[in-house]
Structure formats: C-alpha cells, structure tokens
C-alpha cells in the first residue's frame, strides 16, 4: 500500500519525507489556499522534495480550459499527476491528457459508478473521499470495498484506488484490509498511525531498565 500526503504545506511535506514512509504528495485548491502561497510555485517545491506522483488539479470547469491547465501543470515535472474532477469534462480531459502520456487523478468520487466511469477514462487514479461519505450518513469504506471489487473484475482497467478524505488510523487499516492501492494522508493521520501508549510506557521501562545497567553499546 503506497501513501501520499495530503497536503500543500511544503515544510511538513520536508519533514514527512524524512521519514522514508511518503511515496507521493495530494493537493487540492483548498490545501493550496491554505498556504497562501503561488500554485505553480508550490507544486514545483513539492515536485523537488518528493519523487513519487504529486497531484496539482486544475481550476476550470470546461474541457477546454482544463486541458490547458492540465498542460501547463504537467510541464511543471514529470512527477505532477493532473487531477482532475469527476465531470462529463473533467473526464474527456482525463482521457486526452491519459492518451497523451500524461498521469490522471480524478477527484471528488463519490460513487462506484463514477469510479467505473474513471477507470474507462483512463484515469491512473480515482480518489473517492470516505471521510466526507461518513460526514452524510454514507459508509465511505464500503465504496472502497465495491470499488476494489469492481475494479479486480478487469484486469485492463489500469486505474489505482487512492483512498481520499481520510480522518483518522482506522480509514488507514480498513482501507488496507481491502486492498486499496493508496491511502492519501493529512499529516496528522500520518503521525498518528505511529501512536501507542503500550509503545510509550514500554519504552519508558526500556528506558530506565537500561539506565540501571550502567552500560553503553557504543562504548561496550
Ligand atoms: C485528496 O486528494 C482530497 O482532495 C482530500 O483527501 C480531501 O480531503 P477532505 O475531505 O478532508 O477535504
């Protein structure tokens, strides 16, 4: 299971990467927004921290003007991911950008029949967002379970499932269970997956134990 960071904070996309656990980098208008700072600027910056896919999605509505944007984006690096949102237009730009060689993320997936509609598009992500599903009374992760289901019955959909709006460790482990390809985290979800009192008190008594031997490896 591969996870990206879901966020456009570029010093917590440093520190985060640090840890070896980032495999690729979500943004959305929103987290832009957030950082007060140039889109194109941003993105770039993200793009030189981490390798792997980095999605930056276009502003339009129209087919048109999105395929500019999702030009202009893809020339950033060859690690931008367009993403793109799940609209009759957003998705005939999925396909001219997909068919052009250039990596798709359509957003905003609600639904397993937009995400079949996704996949037949070319899209080499579909990100359905569990957390705004459970937010309405909707079981988001069993949208992942009928998509991953879905998806395992043609092999030549090539789409990936990028598990969105993610909320907290257990969207993680459920999303896991199921197979998704991704997990898109917000950071705080990140540091929390790391979190355990069994782990704190543990080590404490490692800790002390330890002290009382007197010893050093380093110096052993
Ligand atoms: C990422 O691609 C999505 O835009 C993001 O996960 C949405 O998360 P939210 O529902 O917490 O805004």
Redesign the pocket.
Known sequence: MKFFI?TADVPTIRELAATGLVDGV?T?P?LVAKTGRKFIDVVAEICAVVKGPV?AEVAALDHETMLAEGRRLARIAPNVVVKVPLTPDGLKTCKALSVAGTAVNV?LCFSAAQAILAAKAGAAYV?P?V??LDDVGSDGMQLIADICEIYDQYPDFATEVLV???RHPIHVVQAAKLGADVA?LPPAVLKQMFAHPLTDKGLAAFVADWKSTGQSILEG
């Open positions: 879901d979500t959305n929103s999605s957003t990100s967002f957390g705004r969105a709006s993610v898109t």
